[in-house]
């Protein structure tokens, strides 16, 4: 049995992974694992099901320490971060601290006790004028969470800790007191009949949390290290994603003004040609995502049972 360590448990990807890798039986169980899941919240939103919690704050190098070392996963999962773009951007002692101090803290003790890194990035290492990017494509970020994403994956790799790095693009999907994502921010505004705008000149693939969740999980249990690239299946405006939740959800499509990303004067800029090449992911890690279409039904799916705040 190997044992996992999950840090970022309560965030929407997290959860999906505590709730993945706990599972005693089934099908997709090719082998069990000891979970222990942590995030920097005193209390786990998914305590109900009895997992294996503690709290873990990843900035605080003697408690990484501590924690690790007495645990002794085999394999450490980060899917915490600083991820509001506009707020690293104005936040930058705290994105730094969180994006790359806490990386380098894990990847030390995990070089230590020679435990493997599955760390989650972003296409925001990229400039978004050349994309859609395989792994060979030099990062260029333009705001400060993608330097700070870049600078995490530059730690990985200089402290020699054996590493995989999944970046991925739009995440979305549902959990217990999440923050909104783009998904459910749409979701839950056209369902309020409210008017809402959407840019159409940023393209990316938008990501499913399950199949972020599987490149996780696969990409764990096998013998491969490196940077890897998962999202979804298809690339698409956040104008045109936005359309197709409309449809998906028989929301009012006149309710979304189409923009420009000039438009909303946001602090940090964003990469706008994004996107991402997944040949290697889908060779190398049996990555095989939705399409947008297929990932909202999904998402449609799990709202059934799901209350929007």
């Known amino acids: 049995m190997k044992r996992i360590l999950i840090c970022g448990s309560n965030g929407l990807l997290g959860q999906r992974l505590a709730l993945m890798f706990g599972k ?16 920097h919240h005193r209390m786990f939103v998914l305590d109900h099901h009895l997992f294996d919690y503690t709290q873990l704050d990843i900035t605080n190098k003697s408690d990484v320490k501590s924690l690790v070392g007495s645990f002794r996963p085999d394999i450490i999962v980060n899917a915490a971060a600083m991820t509001n773009v506009d707020e690293c951007e104005m936040q930058r002692e705290a994105a730094w601290k969180i994006n790359v101090t806490g990386v380098e803290n894990l990847a030390e003790i995990a070089r230590r006790i020679g435990a493997k890194l599955v760390h989650i990035s972003t296409d925001y290492v990229f400039d978004g004028k050349h994309g859609p990017y395989d792994e060979q494509a030099r990062p260029n970020p333009i705001n400060y969470y993608g330097k700070t994403k870049l600078a995490g994956e530059n730690a990985i790799r200089a402290s020699g800790v054996p590493h995989v790095i999944l970046r991925t693009i739009v995440v979305f999907g549902t959990g217990i007191n999440v923050k909104n994502n783009f998904a459910l921010w749409v979701v839950k505004s056209l369902r309020e009949n409210k008017k809402i705008r959407c840019v159409d000149d940023q393209v990316g693939n938008p ?23 998962v999202c979804g299946a298809n690339a698409l405006s956040r104008f045109d994603f936005a359309v197709e939740i409309a449809r998906a959800f028989n929301f009012d499509e006149m309710a979304i003004q189409r923009i420009k990303t000039s438009a909303l004067q946001q602090p940090a800029p964003r990469p706008l040609k ?24 999904a998402l449609k799916r799990e709202l059934l049972h799901v209350t929007l705040n």
């Open 24 to 39: 005693k039986t089934g099908p997709q169980r090719d082998f069990q694992y000891e979970v222990l899941n942590s995030s």
């Open 207 to 229: 990501t499913y949390v399950g199949d972020l969740a599987a490149a996780v999980k696969n990409a764990a249990e096998r013998d491969r290290c490196g940077v890897y690239h």
């Open 274 to 297: 994004s996107g991402f090449i997944l040949t290697k992911a889908e060779k190398e890690i049996d990555y095989h995502p939705m399409t947008s279409v297929q990932a909202i039904e």
